[in-house]
């Protein structure tokens, strides 16, 4: 059974950082990748950051440069490191779970980047 609990948004001034945390307390069998997704209000929820099994990542074009995903396998949390936030990456953000059975969403934790 796969769950996922995200943390660490919060309200943060442009130019800021913000690290979220993605915490599965299920089981790793069969994963195939964990991302972070966000959906700002009015707008569809697009990929954010993928980390594969062995390591391989991809990110938006939006956030290259600016975000790091990762992974700690030992604790099963996976991590997405934002500086030089902006406005425009105020979302709601989501850790999602792909496995050979399906595909897990957390609940989302809210990031404002704002003045």
């Known amino acids: 059974q796969v769950q996922l609990v995200e943390s660490g948004g919060g309200l943060v001034q442009p130019g800021g950082s913000l690290r979220l945390s993605c915490a599965n307390s299920?089981?790793?069998?069969?994963?195939?990748?964990i991302a972070w997704y966000r959906q700002a209000p009015g707008k569809q929820r697009e990929m954010v950051a993928r980390v594969g099994i062995y390591g391989t990542t991809n990110y938006a074009d939006s956030v290259k440069g600016r975000f790091t995903i990762s992974r700690d396998a030992a604790t099963n949390t996976v991590y997405l490191q934002m500086s030089s936030l902006k406005p425009a990456d105020t979302a709601v953000y989501y850790c999602?779970?792909?496995?050979?059975?399906?595909?897990?969403w957390g609940q989302g934790t809210q990031v404002t980047v704002s003045s």
């Open positions: 999602n779970l792909a496995n050979v059975r399906g595909s897990y």
């Open positions: 299920g089981s790793t069998a069969g994963l195939n990748s």
